[in-house]
């Protein structure tokens, strides 16, 4: 193991030792109500800016809000609710500013973000997950440098972000972005109904092998009571797909350039890890519903798994928490048991899969806004801890109680119907953080609800453990922000493609779709990443 890490940094063994750290650190919270220095503040706190409102008319800051067409029946609108009324009472009304929020659906972000910008209509502050989006912004000279009003209004922000995450946002040496900070690395984790194994007397499969045949088991004993087909594997698409699909790639012909630069349709193995996928869609294994609803429909997957039709699936590492549907499981069926596992393994016994980088979203102001000063000091009163741990937790009392130094989420209405988007108000930040100086706390606020606290850190070590970080380069890639929406699409078709063909085709779809992707831009681009990482790495 460890030689095998050795052999590249990528190899990332850093966040296991902070789940041991996170692990100890729960075992020993009492469960009083003592706070510790950070987070106890009452969320009616207007810091920042509360010297006196400016005089004059009031400004309107428009800060994009992704819209993920998931609210809970009976909470109030996204664009009117505890998180936009705090922003406006705590940030708004001191600095004379009125606070608009403007709605992108996630799962069209980057198109409508394109029109916007297009057209000079994009909020004054504006996020993307998009790498090539975003380089392309800054090559048309769309973007506004935020370096100096960082240094002048932003000491709070770069306290909570660190060097580390904010060179992220920099892009011909000038700070054309602010990214997020992510607290936790890991991208996903494989999810199983324990339930179903121990009705069926089966063992937590521990190799690609056993959960292939455990997911058989499923298909052919139906167990469960959901009275209708029950769906063994689910929530197929190119991101989820990466754990199983790392684990049929050859490792040992994979250099940290390799992993960079080429396409993983070339990458050795990765065409078998797509045969394998094609065998079980074609036995009737996964959903055969994702290419309709693949990127479309990002809630069918909670649906089905809260309905009790769903055996397994990969989800956003701690997603079924932090968005609230474990909860719906085992309320729709207290008798179900939701498990994380580490299912997909190489032949040598590991069990690899991508983590993330130290940045999440980008966040940025167009050139067109006039009011980049005024993001900058949003940015920097939310990093101040009263004001990140209220978007992140609600109301102390009402959503969430503190809990020796730590946020912990009560289990009621309020929190439900207040938290369940959290993120989307809390955008520096990806995942739970609560102190600016200890690391082992934050991790440990990620793990804070007790009811799903085993869940979370099984969830969190899995999706960390042989995690692999793909290698960063600071030049922009021409080609990439080229042809970033075509090579994009066409992973998608290739994807449904080679997975729904019939197994005698499968070669021959895969082999023309491959040849078609390096045709309309693979090949450039890979060909320029080679480049730009050897002139780096030198």
Request: with cysteine.
């Amino acid at each position: 193991m460890m030689k095998f890490i050795a052999k590249s940094s990528r190899w990332y063994i850093g966040f296991l030792l902070a789940v041991i750290f996170m692990t100890a650190a729960l075992s020993g919270c009492s469960g009083g109500n003592s706070s510790g220095n950070e987070g106890n503040q009452s969320p009616d706190n207007t810091s920042g800016e509360e010297t006196g409102a400016p005089k004059g008319d009031p400004i309107t800051l428009r800060i994009e809000l992704f819209d993920r067409n998931n609210t809970p029946t009976g909470a109030p609108p996204i664009t009117d609710n505890f998180m936009t009324q705090y922003i406006q009472k705590n940030f708004g009304d001191p600095n004379n500013i009125k606070v608009e929020f403007v709605t992108v659906p996630r799962t069209q972000e980057v198109e409508k973000l394109n029109v916007l910008m297009a057209s000079n209509q994009a909020p004054d502050l504006v996020y993307t997950y998009d790498n090539p989006t975003v380089q392309n912004y800054v090559r048309s000279g769309g973007l506004t440098d935020l370096g100096p009003l960082i240094e002048k209004y932003g000491q709070n922000l770069k306290t909570v972000l660190g060097e580390d995450v904010l060179k992220y946002g920099v892009f011909e040496g000038k700070q054309y972005t602010i990214p997020a900070r992510r607290v936790l690395l890991p991208q996903s984790t494989t999810l199983i109904r324990q339930d179903w194994l121990d009705e069926l007397g089966l063992p937590v499969p521990k190799t690609t092998e056993e959960f292939y045949n455990t997911l058989k088991a499923f298909k052919e004993k139906q167990p469960g009571k959901s009275g209708a087909n029950v769906i063994p594997y689910s929530n197929i698409d190119p991101f989820h797909m990466k754990p199983l699909m790392y684990s049929f790639w050859e490792w040992d012909k994979i250099s940290d350039e390799v992993l960079y630069a080429t396409p993983e349709w070339l990458m050795p193995g990765h065409k078998e890890a797509l045969r394998f996928l094609n065998k079980m869609y074609n036995e009737g294994l996964i959903d055969p519903d994702f290419p309709l609803t693949m990127n479309k429909d990002p809630q069918k997957f909670q649906k089905d798994l809260i309905n009790g039709l769903v055996g397994a699936g990969t989800a956003n590492t701690n997603e079924p928490v932090y968005q609230a549907y474990l909860a719906e499981v085992y309320k729709a069926d207290p008798k179900a048991n939701l498990v994380p596992i580490d299912p997909f393994s190489t032949p040598d016994g590991k069990h690899p899969k991508p983590l993330y980088s130290p940045n999440g979203l980008h966040m940025f102001v167009p050139k067109s806004s006039k009011n980049a000063e005024a993001v900058v000091k949003y940015l920097d009163w939310m990093a101040q801890p009263e004001n990140f741990i209220a978007l992140q937790n609600g109301t102390e009392g009402k959503s969430y109680e503190m809990q020796d130094g730590i946020p912990v989420t009560l289990d009621n209405d309020e929190a439900k119907n207040t938290l369940y988007n959290y993120s989307d108000y809390a955008i520096i930040l990806n995942g739970k953080y609560v102190s600016t100086t200890d690391e082992e706390l934050n991790i440990a606020a990620n793990a804070s609800d007790p009811k799903f606290k085993d869940f979370t850190i099984s969830s969190i070590e899995l999706g960390s453990s042989d995690g692999v970080l793909i290698p960063n380069v600071s030049t922009p890639v021409e080609s990439e922000i080229k042809y970033a929406v075509t090579l994009k699409e066409k992973t998608d078709e290739i994807f449904v493609k080679a997975i729904t063909a019939k197994p005698a085709d499968f070669d021959s779809v895969y082999d023309k779709e491959v040849q078609d992707y390096m045709k309309i831009g693979g090949q450039e681009v890979m060909d320029e990443k080679l480049k730009v990482f050897q002139a780096e790495k030198k």
